[in-house]
């Protein structure tokens, strides 16, 4: 384990309050059809997740596409607008608030997104990308707005000399560095972490996480990290939570987590995941069948129409994140079977007849 | 399947290789000087970073390099009939080119959205292509589309046969480019970072698909992507590349138990683990050099650790001083530009390994001996 991530920040309230607390979060999107535009289903993007976020601490949010983990993830910004539920950041609801003070409390709650081409202005030069914050802000302004640029790009690792440079003329990892710049110039408490990595090469991607780990201990920061890599996750977060159609169906500390998983759609996602190695290469689990649509999910469990070991009773019941025996109490699983042991090697492999 | 010393006929050589663009900014030499070969029943991989030259490579073998794209020099030799004397396929007329690629050397790609056309059914798709190399009507060709689309696993291939490529999953889309691929019967398949945009669940799926039809029809496969566990799953020989050069060559096993080129070496290095461990992640400094500025000597030196160690003490000094100077402590000198070494040369520095580093054990022994690639 990250041994700097381990360690619990000292809380600065003094209470043992989370960072982030997010209760009951649904964000369904309207289908509209037909001449008036009649509203005839919902995209039921994310569909009532309970998560903390505790100081310090990073968060692991992993899932097939279409799982909505990045649409939780924006939910929590309040960049797309929320259906039902709470965002409690330190204690106030951000779902709540309007104008200034929601305004004031974004300065807290940042993002890194994906896609380093597409989340910079190509005719900003790096020095108003990574000063409009502060500007906006009223922190800064001339000078000494200028100085700030400098420090927060040496501090990601850019020569400040390049600041009146356009984001064209920096590689990929340069561009991410530039958006976590940005994102760090507020001082934020928690940064979104929407796949930071994933668009870059393998010998950048180290840097990036190293880069980012780096700053999480220098400014005590959270993440809320949303990635499909699997070994990324488990390399830098300290707890990890699985999302499928919307609905979390497993969460526990992140050796826990890949040592025993208990949710069979965990242990399939863990086991498709290629090794880096040769040897390892064996008969593995290959889960047939891709996510469901999201606006017509299956009943009961959603998982049951790709589990090998669904019964009756899961295709009936919707199974509740909960604790389970011989789990420690921080490790819940969502599946009626959690408490039996499961074996894939009694599971036929489909194959394809060729 | 997995022998390293050849005994799998060879499908497809290729032989220095030179493909060059002719752009504005000067000449880019993005594929310089690439040798090697793909055996039936066999999958090759090419590994790398953007900018490499492996899909310049892929594209190449299929000639389909788009101006100001040129092949230079170099030579593709395909063995269409494993008793006759191969066919060069960087000197056939168009005419006969066409009647290769789709029947014997078949190709995929990344983004199977882009190579799909919107406005067709799948179906009518992968019959044209029957139609066309095979010669078949359209009712039949249909049929054969049909029976590929349930080849590939595509569950009711009658009824998704009418379907368009948006109303698809990109699992599924990838199928559908597969079964294409395939209709025709190639003895080659070149897939281009097949995955690369596909969950984990997916790939998996897809590459047990390769693996299977592989084993059924011999066929040989050269595949080209950037992520290691891919390579470490379904390859048998693997090519690193790095700035439009083969830095490293051998089969799977030996790449990743004793890999020798510095920056094969990294590369395993920064990757993260799903097995726990600690600490920091080793990285490779800098990035990865534009096709139209590869650093002169060795394409690999600025960021190699063997030439680097002190350029990390003293940043402020340029990079071209180390290697000359006598109070410099490195231990490759001759990759630097001014040290007259030039580019290494990818030798057979053990029996079946190929590497392109000066500094690599063994290295001027097979220099010395004139075993070159």
């Known amino acids: 384990m990250n041994q700097a991530a381990a360690k619990p920040v000292p809380d600065a309230a003094g209470n043992g309050r989370p960072l982030l607390a997010i209760r009951g979060l649904k964000t369904h999107f309207p289908i509209y059809r037909g001449l008036f535009s009649r509203v005839v289903g919902h995209v039921r993007a994310v569909d009532g997740i309970d998560l903390d976020i505790h100081r310090g601490q990073t968060l692991g949010l992993v899932g097939e596409s279409g799982c909505g983990k990045t649409t939780a993830g924006r939910s929590i910004l309040r960049l797309v607008r929320p259906t039902a539920g709470s965002v409690l950041f330190d204690g106030t609801d951000i779902l709540t608030l309007g104008g200034r003070k929601l305004r004031t409390i974004r300065r807290y709650l940042q993002m890194i997104f994906q896609d380093p081409v597409g989340s910079l202005n190509p005719r900003m030069s790096v020095a108003s990308i990574v000063g409009e914050p502060l500007e906006i802000h009223r922190l800064a302004r001339g000078r000494r707005l200028r100085e700030r640029v400098g420090e927060l790009l040496a501090r990601v690792g850019l020569d400040p000399e390049d600041m009146n440079r356009y984001p064209h003329e920096f590689s990929g990892g340069q561009r991410q560095r530039i958006g976590i710049a940005r994102a760090i110039a507020l001082n934020p408490r928690l940064i979104v972490c929407d796949e930071p990595v994933s668009a870059l090469d393998v010998s950048i991607q180290s840097q990036i996480l190293n880069l980012l780990a780096d700053l999480r201990d220098e400014f005590h920061l959270s993440y809320l990290f949303i990635a499909h890599n699997l070994s990324v996750v488990r390399h830098f977060c300290n707890e990890v939570c699985v999302m499928y159609l919307g609905k979390i169906v497993e969460i526990a500390p992140v050796d826990q987590l890949y040592e025993s998983p208990r949710h069979p759609y965990t242990q399939a996602l863990l086991a498709s995941a290629p090794q880096a190695d040769p040897s390892a290469r064996s008969d593995r689990v290959v889960l047939s069948g891709e996510v469901p649509s999201p606006a017509d999910p299956p009943s009961g469990c959603a998982f049951h129409p790709r589990c090998p070991f669904a019964t009756e009773h899961c295709r009936l019941a919707t199974p509740h994140l909960t604790t389970k025996q011989g789990l420690s109490p921080d490790h819940m699983v969502a599946c009626h079977h959690a408490d039996e042991v499961l074996s894939w090697s009694d599971i036929p492999r489909r194959k394809p007849q060729v | ?373």
């Open chain 2, 1 to 373: 399947m997995t022998d390293a010393n050849g005994d799998n006929a060879p499908l497809l050589e290729v032989h220095d290789l030179h493909t060059r663009f002719h752009t504005e900014e000067g000449v880019v030499p993005a594929v310089d000087g690439v040798t090697w070969s793909a055996r039936r029943g066999e999958t090759l991989a090419i590994v790398g970073e953007s900018g490499c030259g492996k899909s310049v490579t892929a594209l190449s073998i299929m000639r389909l390099i788009p101006p100001p794209g040129r092949i230079v020099s170099g030579r593709v030799l395909l063995y269409e009939n494993p008793d006759k004397p191969p066919t060069d396929v960087l000197a056939l007329p168009e005419r006969r080119m066409r009647g290769i690629r789709g029947n014997q050397i078949a190709m995929i790609f990344q983004e199977p959205m882009s190579s799909l056309n919107p406005v067709f059914s799948i179906g009518d798709q992968i019959a044209e292509a029957v139609a066309l190399h095979q010669g078949l009507r359209s009712t039949d060709a249909m049929d054969a589309a049909i029976d590929m689309l349930e080849r590939v696993g595509i569950a009711a291939a009658r009824q998704r046969s009418r379907e368009y490529p948006h109303q698809m999953s990109g699992g599924m889309r990838q199928r559908v480019m597969i079964a294409m691929a395939l209709c025709c019967d190639p003895s080659l398949l070149i897939a281009d970072e097949p995955t690369t945009a596909l969950d984990v669940t997916v790939q998996a799926q897809i590459l047990d698909l390769l693996r299977d039809l592989q084993n059924k029809r011999d066929m040989g496969i050269v595949i080209i992507t950037h992520d290691l566990g891919v390579v470490a799953q379904i390859a048998d020989h693997v090519c690193v590349m790095y700035a439009g050069r083969i830095v490293e060559r051998t089969d799977v096993k030996e790449l990743f138990k004793n890999p020798m080129h510095p920056y094969t070496i990294g590369l395993l290095e920064s990757l993260p683990r799903t097995v726990a461990h600690s600490g920091r992640l080793k990285c490779i400094p800098g990035s990865v050099p534009n096709p139209a500025q590869f650093p002169e000597g060795c394409r690999f030196h600025p960021r190699c650790p063997l030439t680097r160690r002190l350029a990390d003490e003293s940043p402020a000094r340029p990079r071209e001083e180390f290697g000359s100077s006598g109070d410099v402590l490195l231990r490759c000198v001759r990759g630097t530009p001014n040290a007259r070494g030039g580019q290494p040369d990818l030798l057979e520095v053990r029996p079946g390994h190929f590497v392109a580093c000066w500094e690599s054990e063994g290295y001027d022994a097979a220099a010395g001996s004139g075993r070159s690639s």
